[in-house]
């Protein structure tokens, strides 16, 4: 018996075709929207890593490091600068005895030379100086004027002879032959201004870059010949810094043109 072949209708094959037109039409844009997909993924730029910069810096820096901290910050994506504000031989310390930090900034030569010659640090750059002047409660209701006899009988506070402000207090007493008897000696300056600005003390001995920080909360009184003794301020990446990059770029950021406006505002004076 001889066998023929299945012939399939004219009208058959033209449906099959139409199907697998119309198959192919509706999976093109579908490819196309992947591929699209695909390319945008691939040239996405990727978020920046999170990144965490820790920096030790004296008391007397606080709202000047505050604003340069936020400034480096917008110009670095995924960083966050985290702030310890201390007494510089405090901070020292710390570093000694293994706290992190990226950057350390001190208020004197004397405490970074300590950290340098404890390879806890390394290049150190000046960015600033500063000197002392005194502050009262507003109004100056004691009537202090000076590094003088009108300080006979009052509140005092300074800061202890080993926090930069202190051995600068110090200096600046012996170089004009006065004798102060202070109530109270703080670790850091940031206390001495508190103790005036709650009127637990009639005058306090403070940078002038405080006196214009704590604003109205106290009156400033200047103190004679107080340029005879400046308090150089240095910084340094820690050679423990585990974002030495990040830290060199801070420092940068803090001897720029911009860093160096924002200590500006509040009295700083460049480094000498």
Not at 105 to 129: I, P, R
């Amino acid at each position: 018996m001889m066998t023929h072949p299945i012939l399939r209708h004219p009208l058959l094959r033209c449906r099959s075709a139409l199907a697998v037109a119309l198959t192919a039409a509706l999976l093109s844009p579908v490819a196309a929207c992947s591929s699209a997909d695909d390319s945008s993924r691939a040239s996405a730029p990727a978020s920046a890593k999170p990144t965490t910069l820790t920096v030790f810096a004296a008391a007397s820096l606080t709202k000047s490091f505050d604003q340069i901290g936020k400034d480096f910050q917008k110009a670095h994506p995924g960083v966050t600068v985290r702030f310890s504000y201390e007494g510089s031989q405090t901070l020292v310390e710390q570093l000694s005895e293994g706290a992190p930090a990226d950057v350390l900034a001190t208020a004197d030569t004397k405490n970074m030379d300590k950290a340098t010659k404890a390879s806890l640090v390394g290049t150190t750059t000046e960015f600033a100086t500063n000197t002392l002047i005194l502050i009262t409660p507003p109004g100056n209701p004691a009537r202090i004027t000076g590094l003088d006899s009108s300080l006979t009988g009052r509140k005092l506070v300074i800061c202890a002879p080993a926090v930069p402000c202190g051995n600068a207090t110090k200096e600046l007493a012996g170089k004009l032959g006065v004798t102060l008897a202070p109530v109270s000696e703080e670790e850091k300056v940031t206390d001495v201004r508190g103790k005036v600005e709650s009127g637990q003390a009639d005058a306090g001995i403070v940078y002038r870059t405080d006196a214009a920080a704590s604003g109205k909360k106290v009156t400033a009184v200047a103190i004679e010949d107080a340029d005879k003794v400046v308090n150089h301020y240095p910084i340094a990446a820690t050679k423990s810094s585990k974002n030495a990059d990040l830290a060199r770029q801070f420092i940068a950021q803090v001897t720029s043109a911009q860093g160096q406006k924002v200590l500006a505002d509040p009295g700083f004076s460049p480094a000498s």
